[in-house]
């Protein structure tokens, strides 16, 4: 009996000592922006940690209003191949899953939503302008099917799939779970939790059951290269970073050697032409900002009386509209982005055309012009020829009348090195 308490009690010490078994963690990611590629490798990010990690779900909290079709298709597929069940909640309250956003939804194993939130609308657009009717049939079938697809491949609604792509049918909270588009309706993250206790999602054809019942929510947050990308991606910030980066080269150019510009105009043109990819850039509007400011500079290099800086403004004005040409608002432009950046550029550009003029008409101050209507005052009697007293210098000089000894002259002309002079009345 003494070996065997020994023995047990020796045994109650060694589990003491080990570590405690990790719970499995609930990964909680936050999307409110558009759906990029920053948004979709943000996400596939987390997935792969969910998985190294084994967590017990990735909960994904969704308001978007839809985003690129590559981005968007890079997404579901990661959600099909991820071995941890992910549910997407598009919450709060007046949040949405639109376009890219709802077609996401249907991939995910559970789909929930806040009251007051709806999902929808996905009729494909084609960036960078109207597509013509055979290519907008296209877009629209390929849209349709696939979401059918995921519908079915999820046991949702295909019907109602379909609609939100054909028709742009968006649909409320409560629609949406008559429907069977979501699965259930939560007022809060606690709410939708309980919820998902239990529920059963299927992997590698094996039926699983959810067990997050002491698991811990661990919030997932983009790094700050991802951040810096997500926010040049923002249409507003693509053009100011554009406008920037000319002027920076524009500075360098005309400045050789200042490198400062440059360096700085050049990270600026970068970062810009990244966020093109993202955005649908008209190119037309992109030529008139580049014509405007060869406007500009020419109006430096050949004065034009300020008709180039007018058709520089006007230039400029009609390529900040049309740069990016979407239906979606927030693909556009902002009109108070345009109106402070055309101002500060054209205004800019206008005081250096005032400086150039000014500089151009100053009279000369050096070689032969420099000396013209100087004045100065004779030091000897000049006739045929004498001597003057001009800028602290002695000068020979001849004047066409007599002159008396210090008399007050100015220089009429130059004749190699003697001056000739006249009396001031």
Not at 24 to 45: E, G
Not at 71 to 87: E, H, T
Not at 392 to 405: K, L, N, Q, T, V
Request: glycine share 8%; proline share 4%; net charge neutral.
């Amino acid at each position: 009996m003494r070996i065997v308490t020994i023995t047990f009690t020796l045994c109650l010490l060694l589990l003491a000592t080990l570590p405690a078994a990790a719970t499995a963690a609930i990964r909680l990611v936050t999307i409110a922006d558009p759906i990029t590629p920053v948004t979709a490798r943000f996400l596939q990010r987390h997935l792969d940690l969910a998985a190294s990690q084994r967590d017990a779900l990735v909960l994904i909290e969704l308001d978007t209003p839809g985003g690129l079709d590559t981005a968007m298709r890079d997404i579901v597929q990661r959600l099909f191949a991820s071995p941890v069940p992910v549910a997407i909640y598009v919450a709060p309250a007046g949040a949405r899953a639109a376009s890219a956003g709802a077609i996401i939804c249907l991939a995910a194993d559970f789909c929930t939503m806040a009251p007051g939130t709806n999902i929808g609308a996905a009729h494909p657009v084609s960036l960078g302008g109207k597509a013509d009717p055979t290519m907008e049939t296209k877009l629209v079938n390929d849209a349709e099917a696939y979401a059918e697809g995921l519908a079915r491949q999820r046991g949702r609604n295909e019907t109602l799939a379909r609609q939100m792509v054909r028709d742009s049918l968006s649909l409320s909270a409560e629609k949406a779970l008559d429907g069977k588009v979501v699965d259930f309706i939560a007022a809060d993250r606690a709410s939708l939790l309980r919820q998902l206790e239990g529920r059963q999602f299927v992997r590698d054809g094996k039926t699983m059951t959810l067990q997050l019942a002491g698991a811990e929510t661990v919030a997932a947050a983009m790094g700050r290269a991802e951040r810096i990308l997500n926010t040049i991606s923002n249409p507003n910030v693509a053009y100011i970073l554009l406008m920037l980066g000319a002027l920076g080269l524009y500075f360098e150019l005309s400045n050789p050697g200042a490198i400062l510009p440059g360096v700085i105009g050049g990270i600026a043109l970068l970062l810009a032409f990244f966020a093109f990819q993202t955005l649908p850039v008209n190119y037309a509007g992109l030529l008139l900002i580049l014509l405007a400011l060869i406007f500009f500079i020419a109006e430096i290099k050949v004065v034009s009386g300020g008709m180039l800086t007018v058709g520089g403004i006007i230039a400029l004005i009609l390529g900040s509209l049309m740069l990016f040409d979407s239906p979606e608002p927030w693909l556009r432009l902002s009109w108070r982005v345009i109106a402070v950046t055309v101002f500060c550029t054209s205004a800019f550009f206008i005081l250096v055309v005032n400086r150039v003029l000014a500089v151009h008409r100053q009279r000369p101050t050096t070689g032969q012009e420099g000396l013209l209507g100087v004045e100065g005052t004779a030091e000897s009697a000049i006739a045929a020829e004498g001597k003057i007293f001009i800028r602290g210098e002695y000068w020979e000089a001849s004047s066409d009348e007599p002159i008396a000894a210090g008399e007050r002259i100015v220089v009429a002309g130059v004749e190699g090195m003697r001056l000739k002079v006249r009396k001031i009345a």
